[in-house]
């Protein structure tokens, strides 16, 4: 069995993971056009009528800008948390929306998708991992600090998209004032590069295959930096690192029978 995943974009000006299989699949977030959005699932070959619902992380416009045009044009669910509803008021029709709490598993065909609150400066945020019993996939972005939730999830992992937003020598030394640099890594911002990179080398998985490195900052950031920084450390896991401004390729993740986690 395997699973198929994508970014199909990933950065303050939109993000949206694919990860799916033959038959189901699911996004997490919307924060691009429902229009590039199906425009970028067209050039990878992913059919929307095989999404089976939107998982919606928080409230923030970069994570949802694309849900209700999407929802609608397929009748997609939307699975969206009472808090975030709430504080986003997106308006998807009723009978298309679906609330969930923290640690419920959601059941969507072949696959389970498990969401779990996260330290972010937003109303009611989560995190979500996606299985098909076998292959097991994290979707770890806007996370202000490495909490024992997200560890224990990460633990689980055969392939993450996981937040490495800024260097901190980029950040310290740059042009954001005071007050915007203490929001990003305050604790309840964003994850550094230095610590997606501790929580990768301490607590991955013995089969982490791809670690997709997300929402980098445009300016505390570079995707060469974040790149030789976690490859100097992968030793059997592919790194990736999702761009602000096109789809990645879909990737293929496996995993080995004798070390499966269901």
Same mark, same amino acid.
Request: proline share 3%.
């Given at each position: 069995m395997s699973l198929f995943i994508t970014s199909l974009n990933s950065g303050s000006n939109g993000n949206c993971y694919y990860v799916g299989n033959d038959q189901d699949a699911v996004l997490v977030d919307v924060g691009i056009s429902a229009r590039e959005t199906l425009r970028r699932m067209q050039r990878l070959g992913l059919?929307?009528?095989? #999404?089976? &619902?939107?998982?919606?992380? +928080?409230?923030?416009? %970069?994570?949802?800008?694309?849900? =209700?045009?999407?929802?609608?044009?397929?009748?997609?669910?939307?699975?969206?948390?009472?808090?975030?509803?709430?504080?986003?008021?997106?308006?998807?029709?009723?009978?298309?929306?679906?609330?969930?709490?923290?640690?419920?598993?959601?059941?969507?065909?072949?696959?389970? #998708?498990? &969401?779990?609150?996260?330290? +972010?400066?937003?109303? %009611?945020?989560?995190?979500?991992? =996606?299985?098909?019993?076998?292959?097991?996939?994290?979707?770890?972005?806007?996370?202000?600090?490495?909490?024992?939730?997200?560890?224990?999830?990460?633990?689980?992992?055969?392939?993450?998209?996981?937040?490495?937003?800024?260097?901190?020598?980029?950040?310290?030394?740059g042009p954001y004032p005071f007050h915007l640099k203490r929001r990003i890594s305050g604790g309840r911002g964003h994850l550094s590069n230095n610590q997606a990179l501790d929580l990768f080398t301490r607590h991955r998985h013995a089969q982490l295959s791809h670690l997709i490195l997300a929402h980098l900052s445009k300016n505390n950031n570079d995707p060469d930096l974040v790149n030789r920084l976690f490859s100097a450390q992968r030793k059997s896991t592919q790194i990736f690192v999702a761009s602000r401004y096109h789809e990645m390729p879909l990737l293929t993740v496996r995993a080995n029978r004798q070390m499966a986690l269901f």
């Open positions: 059919s929307p009528e095989r #999404i089976k &619902a939107i998982f919606v992380s +928080h409230e923030h416009g %970069d994570h949802i800008t694309g849900i =209700v045009g999407l929802s609608r044009k397929y009748n997609i669910p939307v699975y969206i948390s009472a808090g975030t509803h709430e504080a986003a008021r997106l308006p998807i029709n009723d009978e298309l929306r679906r609330h969930f709490n923290n640690n419920d598993m959601i059941v969507l065909g072949s696959l389970q #998708i498990t &969401a779990f609150t996260k330290a +972010h400066d937003a109303a %009611d945020p989560y995190s979500f991992t =996606v299985s098909d019993g076998l292959v097991n996939v994290g979707v770890f972005t806007d996370i202000g600090r490495v909490c024992a939730n997200l560890i224990r999830h990460f633990k689980t992992c055969h392939a993450v998209f996981l937040e490495a937003n800024y260097c901190e020598q980029m950040l310290a030394n």
